[in-house]
């Protein structure tokens, strides 16, 4: 039998939002010692964290230096310098691995990883070069999507016709069919580094439609039992695909015809499993760390259905955040507040969320509406121009 020292292991993240934070208070539940690695001082995570290094995710001295200092290396967010952690002597204890995270970051590479593998995914094809007839000839509606870097939608622009062709990004992507939505769907899964997989509920994701960004997870999804079955079973596979160590959360669509595609699959906690706090008998977070310390994994049961709602920036309002509603949004019934710590707040940031839960899916949905119309995230500054810059601003 293996006995553990207290602290029983060194996590180092990369990266301090609100993901990392979360993943933090999990760890420190468990009684382990967690440094931070994040461009920003007193960070979400680092606010709760035993130690940070201020450094960016690109610079090397930072992540050598997190990596020898920790057992187990971690990270929150995709764009990393994962070829320098590929060389780093310790990379076997990054997880998930460099080489999964190389695959992940370039979503072209994603995606003809998973279609070889004969998982379900829309219509696809690289963009040699910008040229018109390259549209043409692949069809319209399209959807052109850049290899790298995006986030929260930044990177992706539908193209309805040829009329909408100005709108087209530059730089190195790929051209997919556009996709009739009936559902947008996401399941989480973990896998551990002894190979032990586990399945969370699948979840709905409703999405503000201005800046189109998800603003709520309904959990479990209002779909047949059968889809969700298959939903879940596709999210293992791609998770064995990639031969994936901690959680994963695998987007697809539900399509209008009634079939599963995988949209795109993020390789860390995710903003559609935050209900896991509250409505299941193990969180995302403490899953992950499960996963990737190669302990057994929990229980990914939905004890209670559950809403969570995303507290954006309101438009117009930045600067240090105020919270307008809180006591009347607390005093429903079920009402769980989660607020991240960031110093500022911009249009469409996420800057909290809150999780519902209730008896009935409805009655979580209701009193979710009931928040997202009360607690409002406002900023010290009333700067209109922000409002076109939300889309610089991915987490
Ligand atoms: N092929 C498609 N057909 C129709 N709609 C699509 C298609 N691909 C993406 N979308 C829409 O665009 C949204 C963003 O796409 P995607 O998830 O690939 O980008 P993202 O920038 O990584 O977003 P996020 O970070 O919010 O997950 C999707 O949630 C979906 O609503
Ligand atoms: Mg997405």
């Known amino acids: 039998m293996k006995a553990f020292r207290f602290p029983f292991f060194r996590l180092g993240i990369i990266g301090g939002g609100q993901l990392a934070k979360m993943m933090t208070q999990e760890a420190k539940k468990m009684g382990l010692f967690v440094t931070i690695l994040d461009p920003t001082p007193a960070s979400p995570a680092a ?9 960016g995710f690109y610079d090397e001295e930072g992540l050598a230096k997190l990596c020898a200092t920790s057992d187990i290396v971690t990270y929150d967010i995709e764009h990393v310098n994962a070829p320098f952690l ?24 994603q995606r003809v990883v998973l279609n070889e593998a004969g998982l379900p995914v829309p219509p696809f094809a690289l963009l040699e070069e910008d040229k018109i007839s390259a549209f043409q000839a692949f069809g319209f509606p399209l959807v052109q999507k850049a290899r790298f870097g995006g ?66 997870v309904l959990a479990p999804a209002r779909i047949p039992e059968s889809i969700a079955e298959e939903a879940q079973s596709l999210g293992i596979r791609c998770v064995e695909v990639l031969n994936g160590v901690g959680i994963f959360a695998i987007e697809m669509f539900l399509t ?5 595609l995988i949209n795109e699959i993020a390789p860390r906690p995710h903003n559609s499993g935050h209900f896991t706090i509250e409505a299941c008998a193990t969180s995302q977070f403490e899953e992950h760390l499960r996963a990737i310390l190669g302990l057994p994994l929990g229980s990914t049961q939905l004890l209670t259905p559950a809403v969570m709602v995303n507290l954006l920036g309101e438009e117009g309002e930045s600067g240090p955040p105020i919270v307008e ?21 911009r249009p469409f940031r996420k800057m909290g969320h809150v999780t519902v839960i209730d008896a009935t899916l409805e009655g979580a949905l209701t009193k979710a509406l009931k928040v997202k119309e009360i607690l409002k995230i406002k900023g010290e500054r009333k700067e209109k121009e922000y409002a076109s810059c939300w889309h610089h601003h991915g987490e």
């Open 47 to 55: 606010q709760v964290a035993d130690e940070e290094i201020i450094a």
């Open 325 to 345: 509603g809180l006591e009347e949004a607390l005093a429903i019934e079920g009402v769980s507040f989660h607020f991240y710590g960031k110093w500022e707040t």
């Open 256 to 260: 209008k015809d009634r079939k599963l």
């Open 151 to 216: 986030y929260d939608g930044r990177g992706v622009v539908t193209l309805k016709s040829a009329e909408d062709l100005p709108k087209r990004l530059k730089g190195p992507s790929f051209l997919e069919a556009y996709v009739p939505i009936e559902k947008e769907l996401a399941v989480l899964v973990a896998r551990s580094v002894t190979g032990e997989v586990r399945v969370y509920p699948v979840v709905e994701m409703l999405f503000e439609p201005k800046a189109h960004i998800c603003d709520l």
């Open 86 to 109: 590929k060389s780093l002597p310790g990379k076997e204890k990054i997880r998930p691995s460099p080489e999964l995270l190389e695959t992940i970051q370039d979503k072209f590479r």
